[in-house]
């Protein structure tokens, strides 16, 4: 059996606006998904998610067209976790060309599901690296990256940036802007996150940018400026400027509200951390819903979130430096 995990992440800035081209920087944190995979010789496919933030499943089913798995969870929930897992293993068996090769996946997850902390592409890179590794195949990190990212882009029809899976796969602070991916030397940064208990749709929050995009040559701008502000904000990042950091993770926010995607939880969680003495808050990933991300070197903003009506859960991430390893 090979057990292998990968870092979850939050976007120090440029969401949205990296589906048009135009640069962000995600940063893993250390919080994990781990998935354990043991081949089994009957080509069957067993996949158990102990604990996924949500109620765990057990899914068992074989490679017989239209046979579904056989469980009492909601199947929306298990469609899309199974969906992510699914792309993972076909990618796996692809790499170490094993087709048939049956396998016994177990998942757990510290990262919360569809909240803008990654933990689908955690999922499928550590999957992935699991898998290939159980079928005798040690893949470059840069591979895993890339069929992990082509996992996803597959499960979400077409609606993936390679922010998330490259993050994953690498650790640490990165710079995506389309095909282009590479890490950025970042000092330790003090994050602290905020999470409502919800999620937002990613692919109607991104089809609401789009709109907004194409009505108004404004909001066209709007995107534009996230770019500028991200290229600014890769020299704080670099020169380690926390203070520079969060003025830019506030503006970045207004940004994002203003092209829509903030909700009236997420807004409450950033003035809750900025009100604490944060550097800076913003929401992270999709938005409409899911978690904030605010710099606060002091236990002021995990306090204050921990009381904010509205905040589920209110904790330190520090930045992972560590991507996906074998455990
Ligand atoms: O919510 P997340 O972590 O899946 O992030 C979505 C980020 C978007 O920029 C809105 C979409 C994308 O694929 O980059």
Redesign the pocket.
């Known amino acids: 059996m090979i057990t292998a995990s990968a870092p979850g992440k939050v976007?120090l800035f440029g969401?949205?606006a990296?589906?048009y081209g135009e640069p962000?920087v995600p940063c893993a944190i250390e919080r994990r998904a781990t998935v354990a995979v043991e081949e089994r010789s009957d080509g069957r496919l067993r996949v158990e998610a102990e604990d996924l933030s949500l109620d765990g499943f057990t899914v068992e089913y074989g490679e017989t067209a239209g046979e579904s798995p056989d469980v009492d969870v909601s199947p929306d929930l298990v469609e899309a976790a199974v969906g992510y897992v699914d792309a993972a293993v076909a990618q796996a068996r692809e790499a170490a060309d094993a087709p048939e090769a049956g396998l016994d996946i177990t998942i757990e997850s510290e990262i919360p599901l569809g909240a803008?902390?990654?933990s689908s592409a955690a999922v499928t890179v550590a999957g992935i690296a699991a898998a290939t590794r159980e079928l005798g195949v040690e893949l470059a990190t840069t591979e895993v990256a890339e069929r992990a990212y082509r996992a996803e882009h597959e499960v979400q029809e077409g609606?993936?940036?390679r922010?998330?899976t490259f993050c994953s796969a690498t650790g640490g602070a990165v710079r995506v802007e389309g095909e282009n991916c590479r890490s950025i030397d970042a000092p330790d940064l003090p994050f602290v996150i905020g999470f409502d208990g919800g999620a937002?749709n990613?692919g109607r929050?991104?089809s609401g940018v789009r709109e907004l995009r194409e009505r108004y040559p404004f909001a066209a701008d709007t995107v534009g400026t996230v770019g500028d502000l991200v290229r600014q904000g890769e020299r704080a990042l670099v020169e380690g400027n926390v203070e520079e950091l969060g003025t830019l993770m506030d503006f970045n926010h207004g940004l994002l509200s203003a092209l829509g995607v903030s909700s009236r939880s997420l807004d409450r969680m950033v003035w809750a951390a900025r009100d604490a003495g944060a550097y800076g808050a913003k929401l992270t990933?999709?938005g409409g819903g899911?978690c904030i991300v605010a710099l606060d070197p002091t236990d002021e903003t995990e306090t204050a979130l921990r009381f904010t009506p509205g905040c589920e859960e209110g904790f330190r991430a520090a930045l992972d430096d560590q991507g996906v390893r074998v455990e």
């Open positions: 976007y969401e949205h990296v589906v962000a803008g902390l990654g609606q993936a940036s922010a998330d937002g990613t929050l991104v990933g999709a899911g």
